[in-house]
């Protein structure tokens, strides 16, 4: 959703910005080509953030193993260069697969990471309800 968005691939209005607040939001997949929230982006300082996406096995990402499809979480950090690591994906828990193919989440699952819980709360078909809560 990341590249995505500062790519103008995805819109302002398909990025959920939560500002220091929790919410329960639908995501639909990033490759759906419709208009509604493809992530959500949660500031963690002036230049890093987590996103959230959700991926699906359609479109560009037709061949994503089933492991590897569902809830993704990872940390941006606009400090870092392209090239040097700027993104770094958060690994659910039992997550070992080096290519992340067992890491998106499902119904349950969650990850809490710097003051923040995702937690995935719901699905229909490959659309995902997940909530974010911070922590404290």
Known sequence: AWNRWIGKLITDSQMLCLPNTSTTTLLKPIEDTKSEIKGIVVPLTKSSALVIENRAAIGFDKA?????????VYEVDTSIETGYGPMRIIRKAGSKDIWFKDNAMKNGDSITHLGY?????????SNYYVEVLKQG
């Open 64 to 72: 994503l193993p089933s492991g590897a499809q569902g809830i993704i």
């Open 117 to 125: 819980t995702i937690k995935v709360v719901g699905s229909s078909g």
